[in-house]
């Protein structure tokens, strides 16, 4: 399919369900649920519980946790599994115990923000205008240098993947902004994949929950999307030409435009937000205008 076309149909879906067969269990073996929930290691739920608070504001940095006592009793679980889950919060530098004084939450700058659950616990938290301006730092950094890689490397299949992507991005808008979303961060993740560059794709698989997360925050997506498909399109032409420099100018045009439409939804935010981060961040979107 074209990219030339002024109407960009549904005919891809690069996130199409998956068929799953139902089977009925065989006689004498039931399965259930409940069964399933069992096998999950009670340390997980000390992991999940204590993270989500700690993410989520609620354990401030500084705060001393509960004993191990207390804490057992109100998780309704064995000291043994609530020390298994608390080495899990401190090796991803949520926690740290202190001589004397017992466990206390650590600053945001010890947190693993690379880390699977922590990127789970902060997209689901209430939004922090300061890890999503982080990560449009992170994103200028690497991604225009990515898609000059990927119009000088991409092969004709992922070009036409790419394209898909874009097609199908633009085809659910104005109705559909979620599955918009979804099909944006296709075209990210397979212009990074077009790198053939092994770190760059891990990297891109780490981030892509907090990704898929900024994309929601903006209070203004739809507008936002249907601003942005001619500076998509642009990125996607110039690696369709073999064209380097194009490809990467394209790419800090987009960012830039992505910094310019979530600005209300990080200024909306920003009250709450550390005074110290006003000033210290280079990360706010008003350095990408």
């Given at each position: ?10 005919c ?98 010890h ?34 240098a ?50 053939g560059?092994r ?17 929601r ?11 942005s ?61």
């Amino acid at each position: 399919m074209s990219l030339c076309r002024t109407n960009y149909p549904a005919c891809v879906v690069p996130f199409s369900a998956r068929n799953h067969r139902l089977t009925t269990p065989r006689a004498g073996r039931p399965r259930s649920a409940v069964t399933a929930a069992q096998r999950r290691p009670k340390s997980r739920d000390v992991v999940d519980v204590l993270g989500v608070k700690i993410v989520s504001g609620k354990l401030a940095p500084g705060d001393l946790l509960p004993t191990e006592a207390q804490l057992s009793r109100r998780l309704g679980i064995s000291r043994p599994s609530l020390r298994e889950g608390l080495k899990a919060l401190a090796q991803k530098g949520l926690i740290e115990g202190r001589t004397r004084r017992g466990t206390v939450v650590c600053d945001r700058w010890h947190w693993d923000v690379l880390d699977a659950d922590v990127l789970r616990w902060l997209a689901a938290a209430p939004p922090d205008p300061a890890f999503f301006m982080d990560l449009l730092d992170v994103r200028v950094i690497f991604e225009p240098a990515a898609a000059r890689m990927a119009a000088a490397r991409a092969s004709p299949e992922q070009i036409l993947a790419i394209e898909r992507a874009f097609e199908a991005m633009a085809a659910a808008l104005p109705d559909d902004v979620e599955s918009c979303c979804a099909h944006d961060l296709a075209f990210h993740e397979l212009i990074t994949s077009a790198t053939g560059n092994r770190l760059l794709i891990r990297f891109a698989a780490a981030i892509r929950t907090a990704l898929l997360a900024a994309f929601r925050l903006s209070s203004n997506a739809r507008a936002s999307y249907e601003n942005s498909l001619a500076e998509h399109f642009a990125v996607a032409r110039a690696i369709r030409t073999r064209s380097p420099d194009a490809a990467e100018q394209a790419m800090r045009d987009l960012l830039a435009g992505t910094a310019r439409d979530l600005a209300p939804a990080y200024e909306k935010l920003l009250p709450a937000a550390p005074a110290r981060r006003r000033t210290a961040s280079a990360a706010g979107p008003p350095r990408h205008r």
